[in-house]
């Protein structure tokens, strides 16, 4: 369906001879984001932030913007006993997350873990620990006397005055994991840890995982050794069993683990534990497997029995959040929720009794930066300048006094204090490379922390982005992103190569600066390059994304069409010369479309795709589709294997062997299918461990994906 549409050329970089074009080999280079930067750790008082410069670990003051060296990190690589040999190979998700630097409460000292070993600074290096083992995942006790960590599949806690060592759960193992997360948790639920010390310090939450019903998927290495080495992986297909989930609380003295009443199975899902401040509850977010239904529990420590604060229910799906923050003062919470269709943040009684909505309208908020308890108001990220672009804001508890904090257009990522007297902002856009700057609560910038990274504009033809809007068949806007080949001629037909991605959690138009990107030197081999996020997608709130549900595919080649059909018209580019790439849910939409729409595209690339949707994973794929027996339908329409007689342009299907995350099966059996129909198409495969190739082999895919193109699109 075609409406009016409008074309914003969101920027045009003067050209200068003396500039080069972007090539493969500018990408080999590693400047393809502009200026990079440490993290930073702010103090629990708030007033300075810590970060690495060198091997040193430097203190920044945010009120002087003065730095001065805290300590000096090549001692430690001394100091480690950790073994350094080659460790045994485990799956670990990319999703977990531990952190390397914790302050104490007085902003005085800090914890440090480096390679495996746990160290405090006090005026000098203290070493917690000095075995060969691991310890990982290392948590200061909010009094700061105290370390918890995790030693293979068991919790230890020990005292930092005396060094004693306290083991406080036993019988793990690989199976049975203490505190130890299983691969889709962190994967689809975003949960990066598995254990929580309670507010006062005595008691330990923790999660523990038996995955001893999860499939088993038989990866092999066949690269790194003579013989091939197996290496399994516990990895949870649709409609399969889930780990089953026990939360326990123990005594940092150790003792018997106290089970609490809300025990996950495989068809339920725990997804958050929060702590409240008395630490006498534990709040936990509780669903359902296909997850639409969410219960946030009160779950008495003393008794173990839960008490339902509040329920969300939605038809398709709940998007699980970590908005979640207690507010001791008023004995209330924050809380954030998509009853209206998009994001927003409410406060209520610990009881349950909603109090009050913060934030409203057709935008949605994406994080929480900080909360001031005192001066009632609430610093989040949002959407509300537009889906494109993210902003900082501030808010009242009462409502209704929205505040824009940051005011160039792009995108913004921040790190704010804990009481937001200060926030770092981390900003790009189209023109300009990620820069970072200081500012103060009210949005008054104090100092550049690091200036902008020019040189790509300088010395490289940056091709100019467009934002292009496009009407949908619901009469919504879509927005797509265009980029031009240099001495554009609008008479002449251009090849165009579209890059999808698609599916949900994720936005790929966005104002932000790519600078030298594979899109970059596609655009100057003579290719429009044509991306749009479809219905579906992330950004644009529930309602927007949930036009996907049971039929994966469907609804986004719809939309991805009536985008294209836009393209075409503009006149410029030659129907009969179009590709589309995409890679894990863009490599499944790039084999949807090829097979369900077979003659609209000339050729495609399908990079790590996903070919039937029973073969991943339980929690992302039940969410958006249900359990296979309650959509067989829509697992059948879904899958491109039932379609592979349908293919009729140049294909070709490029995936590491040993992917964790997209097994490498759904290749296989796509080749399988498209053999078994007789239709030519072409592979390439890599060897490494994960989900995308990178490291010199990521050169050589680059190359041979562009040979493709150029080769059946010219």
């Not at 390397?100 to 006090?122: E, H, K, V």
Request: charged share 20%; hydrophobic share 35%; net charge neutral.
């Amino acid at each position: 369906m075609h409406s009016r549409f409008l074309t914003l050329l969101l920027f045009a970089i003067p050209y200068a001879w003396s500039q080069k074009p972007v090539t493969l080999d500018a990408l080999s280079g590693g400047r393809t984001r502009g200026s990079g930067s440490s993290a930073i750790t702010w103090t629990p008082d708030s007033k300075s932030f810590a970060y690495t410069e060198g091997k040193g670990l430097m203190l920044y003051d945010a009120a002087t913007q003065k730095k001065s060296e805290l300590a000096n990190l090549e001692a430690l690589d001394e100091l480690v006993v950790a073994s350094k040999g080659k460790p045994v190979f485990d799956w670990e998700n990319r999703r977990v997350r531990e952190d390397q630097m914790q302050w104490t409460p007085d902003s005085r000292r800090f914890l440090y873990a480096q390679d495996g070993d746990i160290f405090l600074w006090d005026q000098g290096w203290k070493q917690l620990t000095a075995t060969p083992d691991q310890e990982r995942d290392a948590r200061l006790s909010p009094d700061g006397n105290r370390v918890a960590f995790r030693r293979d599949n068991d919790l230890y806690v020990i005292t930092i005055a005396t060094k004693q060592e306290q083991r406080i759960t036993t019988g793990g193992s690989d199976l049975l994991r203490n505190g130890r997360l299983d691969w889709v948790y962190p994967e689809e639920l975003s949960l990066s840890r598995a254990f929580w010390w309670s507010p006062d310090s005595q008691s330990i939450a923790y999660l523990q995982f038996d995955v001893s019903k999860q499939m088993t998927h038989p990866h092999v290495d066949m690269v790194t050794a003579n013989r091939a080495v197996y290496e399994p992986e516990r990895y949870p297909k649709a409609g399969s069993p889930n780990a089953d989930v026990k939360l326990g609380v123990v005594s940092v003295g150790g003792g018997e683990t106290k089970w609490m009443s809300v025990t996950g199975s495989a068809d339920t899902l725990l997804a958050r534990v929060d702590w409240t401040p008395d630490s006498k509850e534990l709040f936990v977010q509780k669903l359902p497997r296909v997850q639409n239904r969410l219960e946030l529990l009160a779950v008495n420590v003393a008794s173990g029995s839960p008490r339902t604060v509040l329920e969300e229910k939605d038809w398709a799906w709940i998007n699980v959040h970590s908005m979640l923050r207690f507010l001791p003062i008023t004995n209330q919470f924050l809380w954030a929720s998509e009853r209206s269709g998009f994001r927003h943040l409410y406060i209520y009684s610990l009881k349950g009794e909603l109090q009050k909505q913060i934030t409203s309208g057709d935008w949605e908020v994406s994080e929480i930066a900080a909360i001031n308890e005192k001066e009632q108001t609430v610093y989040f990220t949002s959407t509300a300048a537009s889906p494109l672009e993210r902003h900082l804001y501030s808010a009242s508890f009462k409502g209704g006094d929205l505040k824009k904090l940051t005011t160039a257009a792009g995108t913004h990522s921040i790190s704010m204090s804990p009481n937001g007297a200060f926030f770092m902002d981390t900003h790009s856009s189209f023109t300009e490379p990620s820069g970072r700057t200081l500012h103060d609560s009210t949005g008054k910038q104090l100092a550049v922390y690091r200036e902008r990274d020019r040189k790509v504009l300088t010395d490289y033809q940056i091709l100019p982005t467009e934002i292009v809007q496009v009407k949908s068949e619901f009469g919504d806007t879509m927005y797509a992103r265009m980029i031009k080949p240099p001495n554009f001629d609008p008479t002449r037909k251009y090849p165009a190569i579209v890059m999808v991605y698609g599916g949900p959690g994720a936005q790929t138009v966005r104002n932000s600066f790519a600078g030298l990107s594979w899109d970059q030197a596609l655009a100057h081999k003579g290719f429009v390059i044509w991306q749009m996020d479809n219905h579906g997608s992330a950004g644009r709130g529930h309602k927007w994304e949930s036009r996907v549900f049971r039929r994966l595919g469907e609804q986004e080649l719809s939309d991805q069409k009536v985008g294209l059909s836009h393209l075409v018209s503009m006149g410029f580019v030659d129907p009969n010369r179009l590709g589309m790439y995409g890679w894990s849910y863009g490599g499944f939409m790039t084999l949807y479309t090829l097979f369900n729409s077979p003659k609209t595209f000339k050729a495609g690339i399908a990079g790590a795709p996903v070919t039937d949707w029973r073969h991943y994973d339980t929690i992302y794929t039940e969410r958006y589709m249900d359990i296979p027996g309650e959509n067989s339908a829509g697992y059948k329409y879904s899958s491109p294997l039932n379609q592979a007689a349908n293919l009729e342009a140049k294909l070709m299907i490029v995936h590491n062997i040993e992917d964790d995350n997209v097994l490498f099966q759904n290749s296989m059996q796509m080749m399988d299918a498209l053999q078994q129909a007789n239709k030519p198409f072409e592979t390439m495969i890599y060897p490494q461990k994960n989900h995308g190739v990178s490291g010199p082999a990521s050169k050589h895919m680059l190359q041979t994906l562009t040979s493709f193109f150029e080769r059946t699109l010219n």
